[in-house]
């Protein structure tokens, strides 16, 4: 067995390891070993030197990421066991296989067991992104894990981390194919036709976490005019247009996005006059229009990367919502988001709250929407739970 380089917690800090917490907070660290660098593997000690866990450790408030509450060696099996468990549970879940779905996020984090990182499955290309130094450094082993679990089924693994990796790592990752290549992919979602940009693309190309709230609002889409903000490469649009809507506008402020949306409409409804894309601020957009529609989505990109600036994101969501309250007709229907991690249930809802009080609309909550299975919160790890959603109906 490996003896790692040892981190030792504080007199009564291991209570959260022994919950099976996956952090470890410098408040907690009382020492550490000489000589260790970003990213190296450590063995957790309590000040009794019992064991705890393994892990990588990180500059930051998080010092440790913990990977195995058991000793063990962290190897090509560990990987290979990681990636079968959930691949396994996206099987045991339907994600994995079906003909009219080519779409699933494979790796999830601290909800597979896996600290910072994240695998996204696009019918045989596995895009990784790495949030952690130590997640990058065996970014090799973690590909060949992926070919003995996928065998023939994995076509090419592509590396997104060149945005992910903490600046102060002293790291410079590029993005690059660890194996294999692909020019572009196609995503197939609920029978509904996707291009996925992986290589210029937010995130690892597409906004797989949405795929049961699209679902969803295209039950409410028949005969509606639909307003899609912050719509990247248009995915609420078109399950809207699928539902039947009358009219669906997407904004977002990103030229390219809105050229990947007009190519998606093109791709499920060539020539559909339903539809039009606007290059444009949000605010801005919703400032100048004077059009009233019938259900509007609000999906922005996370206000708070942290609790810093989570003041700032709150008065965001506020001003947001009231904009849409405003521009929403009688009878409407709000979908309304928030993906940062750092805004809780409680704080999102409360600013939603402030938003239809400030615009004087009567509001009635008739989902609360959260991220799919794919996307496993670690029960032990509630932090997990980034994405927040209501559906309203506005009088």
């Not at 408040?27 to 660098?37: I, N, P, T």
């Not at 679990?149 to 660890?178: A, Q």
Request: charged share 25%.
């Amino acid at each position: 067995m490996i003896d790692y380089p040892k981190v030792y917690l504080r007199k009564g800090k291991e209570h959260s390891v022994k919950r099976f917490h996956p952090w470890i907070f410098s408040g907690a660290v009382s020492k550490v070993d000489e000589g260790l660098q970003e990213g190296d593997l450590v063995s957790v000690y309590n000040d009794q030197n019992e064991f705890l866990a393994i892990g990588h450790i990180s500059i930051g408030s998080i010092v440790v990421r913990i990977l195995s509450f058991e000793k063990r060696e962290i190897n090509l099996n560990f990987w290979v066991e990681k990636i079968r468990s959930a691949c396994e549970m996206r099987r045991a879940i339907s994600l994995y296989g079906p003909e009219n779905n080519n779409v699933f996020r494979l790796v999830h984090g601290e909800g597979d067991g896996l600290p910072g990182l994240i695998i996204d499955f696009y019918a045989g290309t596995a895009v990784i992104q790495c949030h952690s130094v130590g997640m990058y450094l065996h970014r090799e082993e973690i590909t060949e894990a992926l070919q003995t679990v996928f065998g023939e089924d994995l076509v090419t693994v592509f590396d997104k981390s060149e945005g992910t990796i903490p600046f102060k790592s002293g790291i410079e990752p590029k993005n690059g194919y660890l194996f294999g290549e692909a020019e572009s992919f196609t995503a197939l979602e609920n029978g509904l036709k996707f291009n996925v940009d992986w290589l210029k693309g937010q995130k690892t190309g597409f906004f797989i976490d949405q795929r049961e709230n699209r679902s969803l609002l295209e039950h409410y889409s028949k005969g509606r005019s639909v307003l899609n903000m912050f719509c990247y490469t248009g995915g609420f649009s078109f399950y809207a247009m699928r539902g039947g809507a009358e009219l669906v506008h997407s904004v977002d402020s990103s030229s390219r996005a809105i050229d990947i949306t007009k190519e998606n409409v093109e791709l499920n409804f060539p020539g559909d006059k339903r539809h039009e894309a606007f290059a444009e601020d949000a605010f801005k957009f919703l400032d100048q229009s004077s059009q009233k529609y019938d259900l509007i989505v609000l999906d922005p990109p996370a206000f708070a990367k942290h609790k810093k600036v989570l003041d700032n994101a709150l008065k965001g969501y506020k001003r947001l919502n009231k904009k849409g309250f405003e521009q929403i007709k009688p009878g409407g229907i709000l979908f309304t988001f928030s993906c940062s991690q750092a805004v809780s249930k409680e704080d999102f809802r409360k600013a939603v709250f402030v938003a239809a009080a400030n615009a004087g609309r009567t509001v009635r909550v008739l989902h609360q929407l959260t991220q799919p299975a794919d996307h496993p919160v670690n029960i032990y790890h509630p932090e997990g739970e980034y994405l927040k959603g209501l559906v309203l109906y506005v009088e």
